[in-house]
C-alpha cells in the first residue's frame, strides 16, 4: 500500500508532459494512505479547484491500475479561502479598479436605437446572475457608450449586488504586461477567488508580443469555470481583431455578441436633443437635424461641442446662429475646399477604381462598380459636408439610408484593411491638392 501514490505517480509522469507533472501532481503530497483509502492534499485552493477539473480521473484511474479497489479522495488545504480574499486585486502590477464613474450609469445613459440592444444585455448581467450568455462581448465604433456601459455595470452591481466586480483595460496589459509573472495560476486565484463579474475594456488593443494572450486566456479560463460573469469591450468583433489568437477568438464569442451601430441621421438627432436637453439651453428641432447632419457621430464630440456651444450661450447672452456657427464649433479633421465638389469625387474615385463614370449612378452591381461608388459616397460626405440625402440624390436618386450604409461600409474597411484604407487616403490626399484654393 505505501508504494501505491509511487507507482500512480509514475505512471502519471509517463501519461502527462514534463510541464504538466511538474506543475500540478509533483506538488500533491499525502495526507491520509490506509484501509483502502488514499487522500491527497493540493497546496492551495486553485490547485485543488484545477486538479478536479482536469486531472482527478486521471489521477483515479492510474491509481487502479495499481490497486483496482482504492479511494482516492482531494482535500483542499485549510485556511485558503479565508487568506485568498485578503489581497487587493492585481494581475501582476496591473491594477484591477474596484471605483466607477459616478457619472456613468443605467439612469444616466443616453438611450436611442442604434445602441438599445446593448443597453438591455448590460442591465442583464446585474439583474440576471444567471443568465444563459457569458461573456458579454459589446463590439461598436469608438466614442458610442462601450466604457459607459461597463461603469454603468459596476456601479449597479456593486449597489444592489454581493461580491466584487472589478475594471480591466486592456492598454494596462500594454504598459505593465512585462511584470506578469510566466505561471500566475496562484496569483489568478489570489485576484478573482473573489470576483463576481470582471470588465474589460478596449480587447482589441491586447497585444499580441510575449505571453500576454496566454495569460488572457487562463483568465478567461478561470472565469468561465467558476461562473464569474464577464463583459468586453472592442471597436471590432472577435473574429476582425488580426492579432487575436483563435483559441480567444473563439472564446469571446461563447455567450453574447451586442453591437452598437454606427448612428444615423435620427440617432445623431436624438443623442443631439438629448445633450442640448441637458444643458438647459433651448434646442429647436431644426438646429438639431442640422447638427445631425453636418455635425459630430458620436458622445464625446457631440458633449465636447454642446460644452463649447453653452460657453458661447453663456457670453453672448443669446443662442447663436448656428448654421454658421456650428461647424466652425466643431471643426473638421479634413478641411474642406470650397471649389470641391461631389462630381470632382466621382471622376477621381472613377479614375482610381477604373470604372466608368456614366455607370456610377447606375444600377449595375459589379464589385469594383460597388466600392468605387460606395467610397465616393463616403468621401462626398466627409469632404463637402453635403446631407445624405442630397449625396443620394447625385448617385442615381438612392434613398438617404443607401448612403449611410456606404459610409459604414467604407468606414469598417478602412479600420480592417490597410491596403484599402491607403488607396482612400491617397484618393483625399489627390482630391485635397487638385482643389486647393
Same mark, same amino acid.
Given at each position: 500500500?505505501?508504494?501505491?501514490?509511487?507507482? /500512480?505517480?509514475?505512471?502519471?509522469?509517463?501519461?502527462?508532459?514534463?510541464?504538466?507533472?511538474?506543475?500540478?501532481?509533483?506538488?500533491?503530497?499525502?495526507?491520509?494512505?490506509?484501509?483502502?483509502?488514499?487522500?491527497?492534499?493540493?497546496?492551495?485552493?486553485?490547485? &485543488?479547484?484545477?486538479?478536479?477539473?482536469?486531472?482527478? /480521473?486521471?489521477?483515479?484511474?492510474?491509481?487502479?491500475?495499481?490497486?483496482?479497489?482504492?479511494?482516492?479522495?482531494?482535500? *483542499?488545504?485549510?485556511?485558503?479561502?479565508?487568506?485568498? !480574499?485578503?489581497?487587493?486585486?492585481?494581475?501582476?502590477?496591473?491594477?484591477? #479598479?474596484?471605483?466607477?464613474?459616478?457619472?456613468?450609469?443605467?439612469?444616466? &445613459?443616453?438611450? @436611442?436605437? $442604434?445602441?438599445? $440592444?446593448?443597453?438591455?444585455?448590460?442591465?442583464?448581467?446585474?439583474?440576471?446572475?444567471?443568465? @444563459?450568455?457569458?461573456?458579454? $462581448?459589446?463590439?461598436?465604433?469608438?466614442?458610442?457608450?462601450?466604457?459607459?456601459?461597463?461603469?454603468?455595470?459596476?456601479?449597479?452591481?456593486?449597489?444592489?449586488? %454581493?461580491?466584487?466586480?472589478?475594471?480591466?483595460?486592456?492598454?494596462?496589459?500594454?504598459?505593465?504586461?512585462?511584470?506578469?509573472?510566466?505561471?500566475? &495560476?496562484?496569483?489568478?486565484?489570489?485576484?478573482?477567488?473573489?470576483?463576481?463579474?470582471?470588465?474589460?475594456? %478596449?480587447?482589441?488593443?491586447?497585444?499580441?508580443?510575449?505571453?500576454?494572450?496566454?495569460?488572457?486566456?487562463?483568465?478567461?479560463?478561470?472565469?468561465?469555470?467558476?461562473?464569474?460573469?464577464?463583459?468586453?469591450? #472592442?471597436?471590432?468583433?472577435?473574429?476582425? +481583431?488580426?492579432?487575436?489568437?483563435?483559441?480567444?477568438?473563439?472564446?469571446?464569442?461563447?455567450?453574447?455578441?451586442?453591437?452598437?451601430?454606427?448612428?444615423?441621421?435620427?440617432?445623431?438627432?436624438?443623442?443631439?436633443?438629448?445633450?442640448?436637453? /441637458?444643458?438647459?439651453?433651448?434646442?429647436?428641432?431644426? =438646429?438639431?437635424?442640422?447638427? #445631425?447632419?453636418?455635425?459630430?457621430?458620436?458622445?464625446?464630440? +457631440? *458633449?465636447?461641442?454642446?460644452? !463649447?456651444?453653452?460657453?458661447?450661450?453663456?457670453?453672448?447672452?443669446?443662442?447663436?446662429?448656428?448654421?454658421?456657427?456650428?461647424?466652425?464649433?466643431?471643426?473638421?479633421?479634413?478641411?474642406?475646399?470650397?471649389?470641391?465638389?461631389?462630381?470632382?469625387?466621382?471622376?477621381?474615385?472613377?479614375?482610381?477604381?477604373?470604372?466608368?463614370?456614366?455607370?456610377?449612378?447606375?444600377?449595375? !452591381?459589379?464589385?469594383?462598380?460597388?466600392?468605387?461608388?460606395?467610397?465616393?459616397?463616403?468621401?462626398?460626405? !466627409?469632404?463637402?459636408?453635403?446631407?445624405?440625402? #442630397? =449625396?443620394?440624390?447625385? $448617385?442615381?436618386?438612392?434613398?438617404?439610408?443607401?448612403?449611410? &450604409?456606404?459610409?459604414? *461600409?467604407?468606414?469598417?474597411?478602412?479600420?480592417?484593411?490597410?491596403?484599402?484604407?491607403?488607396?482612400?487616403?491617397?484618393?483625399?490626399?489627390?482630391?485635397?491638392?487638385?482643389? *486647393?484654393?
Amino acid at each position: 500500500m505505501d508504494s501505491l501514490w509511487p507507482e /500512480a505517480r509514475r505512471v502519471l509522469k509517463q501519461t502527462l508532459t514534463a510541464e504538466q507533472f511538474q506543475q500540478w501532481i509533483e506538488p500533491l503530497t499525502v495526507t491520509t494512505l490506509q484501509s483502502g483509502h488514499l487522500v491527497l492534499q493540493a497546496p492551495s485552493r486553485f490547485h &485543488y479547484y484545477w486538479i478536479e477539473e482536469h486531472y482527478l /480521473a486521471l489521477i483515479q484511474s492510474s491509481c487502479r491500475t495499481i490497486d483496482s479497489g482504492v479511494q482516492l479522495l482531494l482535500q *483542499k488545504p485549510d485556511g485558503q479561502a479565508k487568506s485568498a !480574499k485578503t489581497h487587493r486585486p492585481f494581475i501582476g502590477n496591473v491594477p484591477l #479598479a474596484t471605483t466607477f464613474q459616478t457619472m456613468q450609469t443605467f439612469e444616466n &445613459y443616453v438611450l @436611442a436605437p $442604434f445602441n438599445r $440592444f446593448a443597453f438591455a444585455a448590460a442591465k442583464d448581467v446585474c439583474q440576471d446572475i444567471n443568465a @444563459a450568455f457569458n461573456p458579454l $462581448f459589446i463590439e461598436g465604433p469608438p466614442g458610442l457608450g462601450k466604457t459607459h456601459l461597463l461603469h454603468a455595470i459596476g456601479n449597479d452591481w456593486q449597489a444592489n449586488n %454581493d461580491g466584487s466586480v472589478a475594471y480591466l483595460s486592456c492598454r494596462n496589459l500594454l504598459v505593465f504586461g512585462p511584470s506578469i509573472p510566466p505561471s500566475p &495560476y496562484e496569483a489568478l486565484w489570489q485576484t478573482l477567488g473573489d470576483l463576481k463579474v470582471l470588465l474589460v475594456d %478596449d480587447v482589441h488593443q491586447v497585444p499580441s508580443e510575449g505571453n500576454f494572450q496566454q495569460h488572457f486566456r487562463e483568465i478567461f479560463n478561470w472565469c468561465y469555470d467558476v461562473g464569474t460573469r464577464m463583459v468586453f469591450t #472592442a471597436t471590432r468583433l472577435p473574429h476582425q +481583431i488580426p492579432d487575436l489568437s483563435l483559441g480567444l477568438r473563439s472564446r469571446l464569442g461563447w455567450g453574447l455578441i451586442a453591437r452598437i451601430q454606427e448612428p444615423d441621421i435620427d440617432g445623431c438627432y436624438q443623442v443631439i436633443e438629448t445633450f442640448l436637453g /441637458a444643458s438647459k439651453m433651448p434646442a429647436p428641432k431644426e =438646429i438639431c437635424r442640422y447638427l #445631425a447632419e453636418h455635425g459630430p457621430l458620436n458622445f464625446h464630440e +457631440i *458633449k465636447d461641442f454642446v460644452e !463649447k456651444l453653452q460657453e458661447i450661450v453663456e457670453k453672448e447672452g443669446s443662442l447663436p446662429s448656428l448654421k454658421e456657427r456650428a461647424l466652425a464649433i466643431h471643426g473638421n479633421t479634413t478641411p474642406r475646399p470650397e471649389r470641391l465638389s461631389m462630381q470632382a469625387i466621382k471622376k477621381q474615385v472613377c479614375a482610381t477604381y477604373g470604372v466608368s463614370l456614366e455607370a456610377l449612378p447606375g444600377a449595375t !452591381k459589379s464589385r469594383p462598380l460597388v466600392i468605387a461608388r460606395q467610397v465616393g459616397m463616403y468621401l462626398s460626405r !466627409k469632404l463637402t459636408g453635403s446631407t445624405y440625402a #442630397a =449625396i443620394g440624390g447625385s $448617385f442615381g436618386g438612392r434613398d438617404h439610408s443607401t448612403v449611410i &450604409y456606404a459610409c459604414r *461600409k467604407v468606414r469598417a474597411e478602412i479600420r480592417r484593411n490597410r491596403v484599402f484604407a491607403e488607396r482612400i487616403v491617397e484618393i483625399e490626399k489627390k482630391l485635397l491638392e487638385d482643389y *486647393k484654393e
